[in-house]
């Protein structure tokens, strides 16, 4: 499907004037041109895997069968000596905020946002979860990055 059949197909005067997205409408390639209609610049890659490009590069997978909207940022790997300090940082971090997850994934942190889409959503609902989880990602790495994670390559 080209860009051109996803933007008539879902309207374009409907996300400029807020118009709803049924949960059908919430598609990989409907968000792909949703994000880039609010000028972030996106790709899919060769597994069909959306990705944007921000402050982050974040990992953008639509789960039609829970219908939620996964936003995902990886880090790099957590230093050896700060393990135990970090898996603390992950647990006190979940305990503050619902619906975001900070986690250690093969020794290193990631932050998952889930969005929620059951009986529809507001294209621009979608964009504002995007921004607020990039901003909950910088709250959350700003105290800790630079103690736990590990910068060297």
Known sequence: MSE???????G????ATGEFMSEEDVTQE?????????????EIDEDGDLFI???????VTVDADRLLIAYKIYFRKVKDDQKDLAEQTVAEINDSII??????????PYICYYLDYR???MGHNIIHAFRRMQSVASTMMSEFYEVIVDTED
């Not at 374009?12 to 996300?15: A, M, N, Q």
């Open 4 to 10: 051109k059949d996803v933007i008539s197909g879902m």
């Open 12 to 15: 374009l005067k409907d996300f």
């Open 30 to 42: 409907r968000l792909q041109t949703l994000f880039g209609m609010a000028f972030y610049k996106t």
């Open 53 to 59: 490009r921000d402050n982050y590069r974040v990992f």
């Open 99 to 108: 619906y975001n997850t900070l986690a250690i994934h093969n020794g290193a």
């Open 119 to 121: 009986d529809g959503i």
